[in-house]
């Protein structure tokens, strides 16, 4: 199995970044390719997203974060204070 870690360009395009024998945890997304917005996907047999979302959430981001809905909230808050967690 391959995971593909994926994020967007300025245009909104999806663009791979790396590929994995196995899933990695965000700390290491963060320690090698910074800041951002990633996706982890599983490619076998269909793709299947693992986790996506903001990884070290930018103050110009978290100061919109009351306008997007209240699950994405939620979400977006386990992401900043570290309680959610890989499947």
Known sequence: MVS???????????KTIAKFEA?????????KYGAGCYC???TS????VI???WIC?????AASVSTFPAHSQL????RISGTASLP
């Open 4 to 14: 593909l870690l994926q994020t967007r360009d300025r245009l909104g395009l999806i």
């Open 23 to 31: 899933p990695i945890h965000q700390k290491e997304i963060e320690s």
């Open 40 to 42: 982890m996907k599983e």
């Open 45 to 48: 047999p269909r793709f299947r």
């Open 51 to 53: 986790w996506k979302g």
């Open 57 to 61: 959430l930018p103050v110009a981001v």
């Open 75 to 78: 979400f977006l808050s386990e």
